[in-house]
């Protein structure tokens, strides 16, 4: 148990950490928050008028960007650590009496919080422009917890990928994966539409499990393909994070304590 609180202490005094340096740099932490609400705008209004959806287009579109707002939360999270990584800070931290998974924890719980913060913002303005949840309060706070879910397993990927980077300018490469990621998937128009075989890639998307998942609980529009994935979204919500959180904070904790080995 003293370990157990020791580690909790640790990890919230990373936490502050990384909340500290957001504070003095809040330009940076403004446009992470509206670059979901640009994605809105530009794919709602711009380009909305021409996407085929079964009912209202933004209805559909709603639940896909809160996903993919969570999805594109990876490269922040990639860039803080490679950068610790690249100028040495994680040695210094390595080198205090401190629990070893702090620094890793501590990033994940302030990354978190700024997800949760540009969900809702996102949700704010997702109402404001006429976007509305359908099956009661309670399962619009189970849609939200699969979307916070999703997020801390990306999480979880992004501090490890950050680890084995050769420093912060390689969030290049992962932009590379992260958006089409983001686009083979149900968030913009129905996998039905693509040839088989890109569809099959896309019904399997653990994005696009949350996607469909989230969609039903708030009771939006959404596309029925018939394929196995789309008919246990639910499951998959689930299933997916967690599978990715087995896998990578293990790894992550083990990369940060094997670094300049």
């Known amino acids: 148990m003293t370990t157990l609180r020791w580690t909790i202490a640790d990890g919230w005094t990373m936490t502050r950490r990384e909340l500290a340096h957001w504070a003095r ?25 021409a ?15 809160f996903v993919l707002g969570m999805a594109f939360g990876i490269e922040a999270t990639f860039t803080g650590i490679a950068t610790d990584v690249a100028r040495g800070s994680t040695d210094r931290f390595r080198s205090l009496p401190m629990a070893a998974a702090a620094p890793v924890t501590g990033r994940a719980v302030a990354d978190l919080l700024n997800s949760v913060a540009g969900l809702v913002v996102l949700a704010a303005c997702g109402l404001a422009t006429g976007w ?98 789309a008919e246990h979204a639910l499951l998959l919500a689930v299933v997916w994070p967690v599978a990715m959180i087995a896998v990578f904070l293990p790894l992550s904790v083990r990369r940060y304590r094997r670094l300049s080995r």
Do not use: C
């Open 25 to 49: 740099q809040p330009a940076a932490v403004i446009v992470s928050l509206l670059f979901p609400v640009l994605m809105l705008v530009m794919f709602g209004y711009l380009f909305g008028g």
């Open 51 to 65: 996407m085929a959806a079964p009912g209202d287009y933004r209805q559909f579109l709603l639940p896909g960007m």
């Open 132 to 229: 509305r949840w359908h099956n009661g309060l309670g399962a619009a706070v189970a849609a939200f917890g699969l979307l916070v879910l999703l997020r801390f397993a990306l999480l979880w990927l992004g501090l490890y990928l950050g680890l084995v980077a050769k420093g912060p300018e390689s969030v290049v490469a992962l932009q590379m994966l992260v958006w089409p990621l983001g686009f083979l998937s149900n968030v913009f128009v129905s996998p039905g539409t693509m040839p088989g075989w890109l569809g099959a890639i896309a019904d399997a998307n653990p994005l696009s499990a949350t996607a469909a998942a989230t969609r039903e609980l708030f009771g939006n529009p959404g596309w029925d393909s018939g394929g196995w994935f």
